[in-house]
Structure formats: structure tokens, C-alpha cells
């Protein structure tokens, strides 16, 4: 009996698995196969090696000693910038909204919600092209800083512009998981530290943060991973080469050069990068379940 159960669950995941092997594992491999492949003798195109055996690594060296050292050291070192300062926004904004919605929203919760998933609704190009006709020279927010003398060319290669269209374009990401997070704590234990003699910032650093660590890895797991691989956001409002990321070199190697070779070692220096998060957030959920089986 147990052995046919086994079965049926194993079952439901062949879907999932077979998708995986299709739209993830397949494709990764061919990018690895162009990346450690060779360069065409005539057309000095990308020629894949579909042999791990026979991989070339000379390439990707020199791409690491150009992202350790090299050319593309600023891009790197700006979308790391660039990544951070958007996420302590972003918690600074959401985390708020989303402790809000939790602890005090009562009866206007779920129009609240509604209000933050509606963005979703429409298509995120639109949304940022709508952005371009606020910070244009003529548009509405451009006009409004006038006011206060603040005169300032949002869209010529600036840095704050990319990083609050990051923002926008992630933060509702953030607030739904610390939402759900903060939803489902107990808060007779906030009721509790209070009662004890602590005021609401300990109560709040002492036991609301260490209880909700794991939303929080995971919310912020959830918006760096896109914000890395971004390149449409800097190229809608900014295209300028000061204030280009990791995306945009591989969007440009692989669609706008003819070394498509370095655009694939690109995209796996950069997966192996997210790795980095992928396994701090693993960590952070697996000492989560033992401190909760425990």
C-alpha cells in the first residue's frame, strides 16, 4: 500500500520534472555548451562544443580576469550597487506596508491588497514607458521638482533613475512573502515581550524581526535574483553606458556583437553569483524548520 502511494507522488512529479529538463536544465546546458565552445575560423561566430569533454576554458578565464579586474569591473561592481541600494529601499518602503497590512490593516486589508497587486494588471513595459513620460524634461514629476529648484535630467544616464525604476518594478515581489510572513506570527508573543516591561522597538527588534527572518530572506531572495539579471529597466530609463549592468553587457554580446561566446560566460558567471544567495537562503530555511521542528 505504502509503495503505490509512493508511486502516485512520484507520478504528479514527472510533469514538473520533465518541465524542468525542458525549459531549465536543456537550455542551460546548451548555454554552457556555447560558452566553453570555439570560435568559428571564417565568421568568427560562436561554434557550440556539445562534449564537456572537449570544453574550452581559455575564454572564460579571460572573462574573469575582465570581471575581476578588467573592463567589466565597473559593471560589475555597479550592478552590485545598484541591487543594494534598490533592496534597502525596497525594505525600507515595503517593510512598513507589509507590517501594516499584517498588524493594523483590519477591515480595509484586502482593498489594500487589491491596491498592490493591481500594478500586476498591466504590462511592465507599460508601466515603465509611463515612468519615461513622468521623468521626461516635460513630464508631470519633472515639472513638480521645479517648484522646490530642483531642476534635474531624470533620464540622461542617471543612476538614482534606474535604481527607483527597480524599485517599482520590484517591490510589490517584496511585499506579498513579508506579508504572509508577518501574517502568520503570533503576536501574543509581541503582547507578551510588552507585558514584560519592553517598549514597541524591542519588542519589535527582540521578537517580530527574529520571528519573521525567514519571510524576510526569502522576500529579499525573491527581487535580488531579477533585479541582477535586469537590462530592460536601465535601457527604458537611462541608456547610457554610465550606468550599465551585468543584463545589459549580455544582452549586448548576445544580441548586438558578434561574440555571443562572451555573453554565454556572462550569463554562467552570474548564475554561479546567485548561487551565492540561492544557498544563504537555504541555509537560513533550513535552520528555520529545525528551530520550528525543535
Not at 519571510?215 to 535580488?224: D, E, K, S, T
Amino acid at each position: 500500500m505504502l509503495k503505490s502511494s509512493h508511486r502516485l507522488w512520484a507520478g504528479f512529479a514527472i510533469p514538473g520534472t520533465v518541465w524542468l529538463i525542458a525549459l531549465f536544465a536543456v537550455p542551460f546546458y546548451v548555454v554552457a555548451c556555447v560558452a566553453f565552445g570555439t570560435i568559428g575560423p571564417i565568421f568568427r561566430d560562436a561554434v557550440p562544443q556539445w562534449s564537456p569533454l572537449a570544453w574550452d576554458f581559455a575564454q572564460a578565464q579571460q572573462i574573469a580576469i575582465s570581471l575581476a579586474a578588467g573592463p567589466l569591473q565597473g559593471v560589475a561592481l555597479r550592478t552590485i550597487f545598484y541591487v543594494a541600494c534598490a533592496m534597502v529601499v525596497c525594505f525600507a518602503v515595503g517593510f512598513p506596508v507589509a507590517y501594516y497590512l499584517a498588524r493594523h490593516a483590519g477591515k480595509q486589508k484586502l482593498m489594500l491588497l487589491v491596491l498592490i497587486i493591481v500594478p500586476f494588471w498591466v504590462n511592465y513595459l507599460m508601466r515603465m514607458l509611463a515612468w519615461v513620460n513622468l521623468l521626461s524634461t516635460d513630464g508631470l514629476f519633472t515639472r513638480f521638482m521645479r517648484i522646490f529648484g530642483i531642476n534635474y535630467n531624470w533620464l540622461d544616464g542617471s543612476p538614482v533613475t534606474v535604481i527607483i525604476g527597480l524599485v517599482y518594478g520590484y517591490i510589490p515581489f517584496l511585499i506579498l512573502p513579508l506579508f504572509g510572513t508577518l501574517e502568520r506570527l503570533d503576536w501574543r508573543l509581541v503582547e507578551a515581550a510588552r507585558d514584560l516591561g519592553a517598549n514597541s522597538w524591542q519588542a519589535f527588534r527582540l521578537v517580530t524581526m527574529p520571528m519573521s527572518k525567514a519571510g524576510i530572506v526569502a522576500a529579499g531572495i525573491l527581487i535580488a535574483l531579477p533585479m541582477f539579471g535586469d537590462y530592460y529597466t536601465n535601457d527604458l530609463l537611462s541608456r547610457s553606458p554610465s550606468t550599465e549592468m551585468i543584463g545589459n553587457q549580455i544582452d549586448f554580446f548576445l544580441n548586438a556583437s558578434s561574440q555571443p561566446q562572451n555573453g554565454a560566460l556572462l550569463v554562467l558567471a552570474l548564475s554561479i553569483f546567485l548561487l551565492l544567495f540561492m544557498s544563504f537562503y537555504l541555509r537560513s530555511t533550513g535552520q528555520a524548520a529545525r528551530q520550528t521542528t525543535g
